[in-house]
């Protein structure tokens, strides 16, 4: 909310040049390299956006937001096949859009995060107890991503955004280098909806 009121002012101070809005929905996630597929950890997301044309057809945004990401799978058939872990993060995304014929908007831009929790469970879905802070898991990360939005209204739309870690969140055992088969990687899938409260 405090960031809402922030915005507000923003936007009346520069009147024609700056959009702000808020948007919400949903992540549907998995970890690469862990040895389980499928987005099937489903996490809440939303944040609030500032966005500015440099060009015709072109912007930059620059968003706040919060997201849940993990993984999850659970075999049907054993009951102790069970895999789950659930992060919390704080992103601050920084995006170029093209915009074409004031409707379908294209995204491409890199996202900044902050771990603010880490979960896993064990195969009786019991909670594990972390014996490092966040599970050892890297405190501050980076992301790319890509995305579209569909504006049926000035003020309303749908986006569908696919997110993918630069660097992996966490080292797999033994492994020394940031890249590539070394560690852990986030894979996620947003589909939001947002509201733009200033529009010029």
């Given amino acids: 909310m405090l960031v809402l009121l922030t915005l507000l002012p923003l936007g ?6 700056f959009n702000a809005g808020v948007f919400v929905g949903m992540n549907a996630s998995q970890v690469d390299r862990d040895g389980y597929g499928g987005y099937n950890k489903l996490s809440l997301t939303g944040g609030v956006f500032v966005n500015r044309e440099f060009s015709p057809d072109f912007f930059w945004q620059l968003e706040l937001k919060y997201g849940g990401r993990g993984a999850y799978y659970m075999n049907a058939d054993d009951v ?9 993060y704080i992103e601050l995304p920084l995006s170029v859009h093209y915009l074409m014929k004031e409707k379908v908007q294209v995204e491409l831009g890199l996202s900044p995060d902050v771990l603010i929790s880490f979960v896993a469970y064990d195969d009786q879905r019991n909670e594990v107890p972390l014996e490092e802070p966040l599970g050892g898991n890297r405190r501050f990360g980076l992301n790319a991503f890509t995305g579209l939005h569909y504006w049926f209204y000035p003020t309303f739309g749908v986006g569908l955004r696919f997110t993918y870690s630069v660097l992996p969140y966490s080292l797999r055992e033994g492994a020394s280098v940031r890249y590539l088969d070394s560690g852990y990687f986030h894979n996620v899938l947003s589909l939001t909806v947002s509201y733009k409260f200033i529009h010029q």
């Fill in 12 to 17: 009346k101070l520069f009147g024609q040049e």
């Fill in 80 to 88: 102790e096949d069970f895999h789950k872990t659930s992060f919390r």
